[in-house]
């Protein structure tokens, strides 16, 4: 079974432009979570999205968006970037196996904003 | 607001010794808590969980603890080999929708 994919692995983009991320999760796992990962503030939650429907937030500005298509592969949008948003941004898939929610990540998009 | 701390930000043991990582959470509504081993390049790998209805679980090598009454969560890493150098997260969730905060993480260096 081939793991969560994300693309592009490795971005650069300059400060005020936006950027759209893309996640394929495990084949048959209904939710993806977005994760920001900085040295500063570690692994926080972005959103989370099951069936095409946002389920959970995090404490993020309006600037961070997202989407999940009908197959399961979900998009985050970062408007206006700035320097800050320079992380490495994750995506996990889960599906519910009996007694654990086990979430897989993916590799990782690892952005930098100039 | 909600937090997942960690009390050691870095932990050295020898080969072959056991490794135990702290942790500590802060939301009394989260009713699922795992733990994830993360190395360099890569994502976050799933290594274990725990329902909070558990004080105890065991996998291969690694046990969770889980003490509700002081928000404590551990993990205990057996015969720790130098593969297990790496950073440990503690994340805490609700099994009902899936939101899930993550501790600042541990890394693990392992002597040879």
């Known amino acids: 079974k081939a793991g969560v994919t994300q693309t592009p692995r490795y971005l650069i983009k300059t400060r005020g432009q936006q950027v759209t991320l893309s996640c394929s999760p495990i084949?048959?796992?209904?939710?993806v979570s977005w994760y920001q990962q900085t040295p500063g503030q570690g692994l926080q939650f972005l959103f989370e999205?099951?069936?095409?429907?946002?389920?959970n937030k995090g404490n993020f500005p309006g600037r961070f968006s997202g989407r999940q298509f009908s197959n399961s592969r979900s998009e985050m949008n970062v408007s206006t970037l700035e320097l800050g948003d320079s992380a490495l941004y994750l995506c996990?898939?889960?599906?519910?196996?009996?007694?654990?929610?086990?979430?897989?990540f993916g590799p990782g998009t690892r952005l930098t904003v100039t | 607001g909600e937090s997942v701390g960690l009390h050691l930000p870095t932990l050295s043991v020898q080969e072959g010794d056991n490794s135990i990582i702290n942790c500590a959470y802060s939301?009394?509504?989260?009713?699922?808590f795992i733990w994830y081993k993360q190395e360099s390049g890569k994502g976050p790998q799933f290594i274990i969980d725990?329902?909070?209805?558990?004080d105890k679980r065991q996998g291969q090598r690694v046990t969770v603890l889980l003490n509700k009454t002081v928000k404590h969560l551990s993990l205990q890493i057996a015969a720790t080999q130098p593969g297990d150098s790496a950073v440990y997260f503690c994340?805490?969730?609700?099994?009902?929708?899936?939101?899930?905060?993550f501790g600042a993480g541990t890394r693990l260096f392992v002597k040879a």
């Open positions: 725990i329902r909070s209805n558990m």
């Open positions: 939301n009394s509504a989260s009713d699922y």
């Open positions: 994340a805490e969730s609700s099994t009902g929708g899936f939101k899930t905060i």
């Open positions: 996990a898939s889960s599906s519910w196996g009996g007694s654990s929610y086990e979430q897989y």
């Open positions: 999205y099951f069936s095409e429907t946002q389920r």
């Open positions: 084949s048959g796992h209904r939710s």
